[in-house]
């Protein structure tokens, strides 16, 4: 089993995916990919914002009769209510006010579309680059400041050129199988999925390869840079079929309906931060990742060769200098039982201390500790006399 692991994490795919995720990790991709979820909830807000006064203009502007017609809906659903009133009031006012709308929303995404760009860019950039420092550099702060306001505007295009692909190559695929009469055909359903999930990843694939074309600073290899963007297209694609699903899920139940799309969305967004920080982990791993594995394998190698060596401690007499202490807790109990036994304690009287020796010994040990507790006893007991005369003497002047 072993064996067969080690054989798998050498593969090149399985090795470069690897060091891609080793990359990821040691430079804070988690917490980069945080980051980038929570300025793109933030960017949500300016962006509903614009979407609804575009809607404004339309309405108000460029398509009048569409809000007759949402009005003569309310007027028929309500009646002549204060409701049916206070909601035509509404929307007179919110339509009507499309130009304000417009430009706070603007100001909006101004400023948390080029913090979302900025961390994004930032993010993809350290695991890009060969080093850490290398990819964290930051230059003029007007001069990043319009960079990231004009990656966010291409951004926002080719997001909607993607969806544009996406939707208007669905639909036309529907339309080209009607018009040939095909419908009818045995599988037909599963071709207009199979078109439909291709669009899909050629949109997604849109999307990665403008990103991965402006935020990096320094250029890659053609085919690793191929290589990562086919990766996070596949990824996004598999994401989104996901995403629908669980919003499916969710929307059945109207407890977890509240809140469901809330969560999905958030999910969404962190998933879709690490996919981009991955594949930039990818194509960033591509020169390096074979020096990676040799020297793992090189590590293994030399932890090997130190577990196999075999420690031959000198035999020492009993009383030797330097004598190793607790032999036997530095070894295992294999070493234990292939272990020679200790040889017993010496005997020899003339090895041991005599007892005249000792007893001369200990008779001096005494004698000086009685003569030092006296000493010390009487200097206190002197310094304690001095000590009480004088307290005396002055008492009495």
Same mark, same amino acid.
């Given at each position: 089993?072993?064996?067969?692991?080690?054989?798998?994490?050498?593969?090149?795919?399985?090795?470069?995916?690897?060091?891609?995720?080793?990359?990821?990790?040691?430079?804070?991709?988690?917490?980069?990919?945080?980051?980038?979820?929570?300025?793109?909830? @933030?960017?949500?807000?300016?962006?509903?914002?614009?979407?609804?006064?575009?809607?404004?203009?339309?309405?108000?502007?460029?398509?009048?009769?569409?809000?007759?017609?949402?009005?003569?809906?309310?007027?028929?659903? @309500?009646?002549?209510?204060?409701? *049916?009133?206070?909601?035509?009031?509404?929307?007179?006012?919110?339509?009507?006010?499309?130009?304000?709308?417009?430009?706070?929303?603007?100001?909006?995404?101004?400023?948390?579309?080029?913090?979302?760009?900025?961390?994004?860019?930032?993010?993809?950039? /350290?695991? =890009?680059?060969?080093?850490?420092?290398?990819?964290?550099?930051?230059?003029?702060?007007?001069?990043?400041?319009?960079?990231?306001?004009?990656?966010?505007?291409?951004?926002?295009?080719?997001?909607?050129?993607?969806?544009?692909?996406? #939707?208007?190559?669905?639909?036309?695929?529907?339309?080209?199988?009607? =018009?040939? !009469?095909?419908?009818?055909?045995?599988?037909?359903?599963?071709?207009?999925?199979?078109?439909?999930?291709?669009?899909?990843?050629?949109? #997604?694939?849109?999307?990665?390869?403008?990103?991965?074309?402006?935020?990096?600073?320094?250029?890659?290899?053609?085919?690793?840079?191929?290589?990562?963007?086919?990766?996070?297209?596949?990824?996004?694609?598999?994401?989104?079929?996901?995403?629908?699903?669980?919003?499916?899920?969710?929307?059945?139940?109207?407890?977890?309906?509240?809140?469901?799309?809330?969560?999905?969305?958030?999910?969404?967004?962190?998933?879709?931060?690490?996919?981009?920080?991955?594949?930039?982990? =990818?194509?960033?791993?591509?020169?390096?990742?074979?020096?990676?594995?040799?020297?793992?394998?090189?590590?293994?190698?030399?932890?090997?060769?130190?577990?196999?060596?075999?420690?031959?401690?000198?035999?020492?007499?009993?009383?030797?200098?330097?004598?190793?202490?607790?032999?036997?807790?530095?070894?295992?109990?294999?070493?234990?039982?292939?272990?020679?036994?200790?040889?017993?304690?010496?005997?020899?009287?003339?090895? !041991?201390?005599?007892?005249?020796? *000792?007893?001369? #010994?200990?008779?001096?040990?005494?004698?000086?500790?009685?003569?030092?507790?006296? *000493?010390?006893?009487?200097? @206190?007991?002197?310094?304690?006399?001095?000590?009480?005369?004088?307290? /005396?003497? @002055?008492?009495?002047?």
């Amino acid at each position: 089993m072993k064996d067969w692991i080690e054989k798998v994490t050498a593969h090149p795919v399985v090795a470069h995916g690897m060091a891609a995720m080793d990359r990821y990790n040691k430079r804070l991709g988690p917490q980069f990919a945080a980051g980038v979820t929570y300025f793109s909830v @933030l960017s949500m807000v300016p962006i509903l914002m614009f979407a609804f006064s575009m809607l404004g203009l339309t309405l108000t502007v460029l398509r009048p009769d569409l809000l007759d017609q949402i009005k003569e809906t309310i007027d028929a659903e @309500l009646g002549t209510s204060s409701l *049916a009133k206070s909601l035509r009031a509404v929307v007179d006012d919110a339509f009507s006010n499309w130009a304000s709308v417009t430009l706070v929303a603007l100001a909006t995404a101004g400023y948390s579309g080029s913090n979302w760009v900025g961390n994004l860019k930032r993010a993809v950039r /350290v695991m =890009w680059a060969d080093s850490f420092s290398d990819g964290a550099l930051k230059g003029n702060f007007f001069v990043e400041l319009a960079i990231n306001l004009a990656i966010f505007v291409g951004l926002l295009a080719t997001v909607g050129l993607s969806l544009g692909v996406a #939707s208007i190559g669905g639909g036309f695929s529907r339309q080209v199988i009607e =018009w040939l !009469g095909w419908s009818h055909l045995p599988g037909i359903g599963f071709v207009f999925q199979a078109v439909g999930l291709a669009l899909s990843l050629v949109a #997604s694939w849109i999307l990665i390869a403008f990103l991965f074309v402006v935020l990096p600073r320094a250029t890659a290899a053609p085919k690793a840079w191929l290589t990562g963007t086919l990766i996070g297209a596949v990824s996004v694609t598999a994401l989104q079929q996901i995403a629908g699903r669980l919003v499916g899920v969710f929307s059945r139940n109207p407890a977890i309906a509240v809140f469901g799309s809330t969560i999905v969305l958030m999910l969404v967004f962190n998933i879709l931060a690490t996919i981009i920080l991955m594949s930039a982990a =990818w194509v960033g791993t591509h020169d390096v990742w074979a020096a990676e594995l040799a020297r793992k394998r090189a590590d293994n190698t030399s932890d090997l060769l130190e577990a196999s060596r075999i420690d031959v401690d000198e035999t020492r007499p009993a009383g030797a200098a330097g004598a190793p202490r607790r032999w036997a807790a530095t070894r295992t109990l294999d070493d234990l039982r292939r272990a020679e036994p200790l040889p017993p304690l010496s005997t020899d009287p003339e090895r !041991g201390v005599r007892q005249d020796v *000792a007893g001369r #010994s200990v008779r001096i040990g005494a004698t000086l500790g009685y003569g030092v507790g006296a *000493a010390t006893g009487l200097g @206190l007991g002197a310094a304690l006399a001095t000590l009480v005369r004088r307290l /005396v003497a @002055l008492r009495r002047r």
